[in-house]
């Protein structure tokens, strides 16, 4: 028996064994999406009665699904990009939001404070002892070498890429095993509505702004997930990038970092047939957030087409991907970086996408206005609007004048609020 089956045997525990290890005061960071483990969750949430000012890290927060009925405020969670599902608890104030800093690669992204204990999901071992963080990065390579305790809960489902997505288990303090239910993430539906103006905002970008050779950038968002078409370093991987690279739409074959790979920090919602094609084919490469965020490799990408959603744009071209009004509905993602990062790269763009309007309470409202709503965050400043396309267009606003600015994006705004929108153009700009 080689050391790090010894190792692993004796470090098989139960989850409760296993949390024991965080103490009053600690800072506990869980691994977010895929990563997080459900077990370890389960048992660090029936201790809530006995600890003390415990802070918890949880990236995308999984914060409803794994309470269960225990008392959030016995500890401090945090979370630097909200789901549906969190917004109540927000409301609630059972959950506070972290307003994400820039990373880059070459610095922590722990300024404040490092963190003491890290819950993850990782695969087995390999014949070597190392594992896989599986389908997502994001932080965890770096929260592993820096936590004081690391803490991992085994999935035999789990993948293998290439990229920084490895740990030796001797790294670990203890282990357990993964809970059955355990599933993979799943596509939000949409109505055929919400899916024909996708479609036709999909198909503006990848007939009007992407060409040939492109690095494409996809953000988190019905609109710009469903651009599977191209693809070459980017924070998600999404459904739809596996087929396109066996039939060598996706090659990465132009890029000038990462050449002929596929890289981001996390796979998105894939089928499970889709991560049977991915896992351990060495074209896909995961990477933590500092390196895939990091303004100055964005900028390294000649040919970079970023692309993100928004959920409202002003008449100059503010963009806010964060909040409607004071509430905070998402995060800030990598929208910011990706916009600074495509319009340093050589022959880079930066696209915003988003429908004309929104459904809300069965009134339709649009999603470009003349200001933002008291409170609303904004997510990219206007130095950095490019490209915003809606269903109805595209509007190529970079450099134009604010009355420029506004013509072009009234023209692509719902047609029942171009009226309105003009006449506070003209109040407001002279437009």
């Not at 999935?155 to 357990?176: E, Q």
């Not at 997930?225 to 039939?247: C, D, M, N």
């Not at 929104?358 to 990219?380: D, H, K, N, W, Y």
Request: hydrophobic share 40%.
């Amino acid at each position: 028996m080689t050391d790090w089956r010894g190792r692993y045997a004796d470090r098989l525990t139960t989850p409760g064994e296993a949390v024991r290890a965080i103490r009053n005061g600690d800072r506990v960071v869980i691994g977010m999406h895929y990563q997080t483990p459900l077990a370890l969750c389960r048992a660090l949430a029936a201790r809530a009665g006995e600890l003390r000012d415990v802070e918890i890290e949880n990236s995308i927060s999984t914060f409803i699904s794994w309470w269960e009925g225990s008392e959030p405020n016995s500890f401090d969670v945090r979370s630097f990009f909200l789901q549906a599902s969190d917004r109540p608890a927000m409301r609630h104030g059972l959950l506070d939001y972290v307003i994400a800093p820039p990373t880059r690669s070459d610095e922590s992204y722990w300024l404040d404070r490092q963190p003491d204990v890290f819950l993850v999901s990782i695969s087995p071992p390999d014949g070597d002892g190392w594992c896989s963080f599986g389908m997502s990065v994001w932080g965890a390579p770096e929260v592993a070498r820096e936590a004081r305790a690391v803490i991992g809960e085994v999935n035999p489902r789990f993948i293998r890429t290439g990229g920084d997505n490895r740990v030796h288990i001797s790294r670990f303090a203890a282990l357990v095993e993964a809970p059955h239910e355990w599933k993979y993430l799943r596509r939000p539906p949409r109505t055929e509505e919400e899916s024909g103006i996708t479609e036709v905002i999909c198909s503006l970008v990848a007939t009007e702004v992407v060409r040939d050779g492109d690095t494409l950038q996809m953000g988190t968002g019905t609109v710009s997930a469903a651009l599977a078409s191209f693809l070459g370093h980017s924070e998600l991987i999404f459904g739809g990038i596996p087929a396109l690279v066996e039939q060598g739409v996706v090659s990465g074959a132009r890029k000038t970092v990462h050449p002929g790979k596929v890289v981001g920090a996390s796979f998105g919602p894939l089928t499970a047939h889709e991560f049977a094609a991915v896992d351990g084919d060495p074209r896909y490469e995961l990477y933590t957030m500092s390196h895939t965020n990091d303004i100055q490799v964005i900028a390294a990408h000649e040919n970079m087409c970023a692309v993100n959603n928004a959920l409202l744009v002003d008449l100059t071209g503010q963009i806010n991907g964060e909040t409607i009004g004071p509430e905070i509905y998402s995060g800030t993602g990598g929208a910011l970086a990706f916009a600074i990062g495509a319009l340093h790269a050589k022959g880079g763009r930066s696209v915003t996408v988003l429908p004309s309007a929104s459904l809300v309470r069965g009134e339709r409202r649009s999603r470009i206005v003349p200001m933002f709503p008291q409170g609303s965050a904004v997510t990219v400043p206007r130095v950095y609007a490019d490209i915003v396309v809606t269903e109805y267009g595209i509007a190529r606003i970079k450099g134009a004048t604010l009355r420029r600015r506004a013509r072009e994006l009234i023209a692509i705004a719902h047609p029942d609020h171009r009226a309105e929108l003009r006449k506070e153009a003209a109040r407001l700009y002279g437009a």
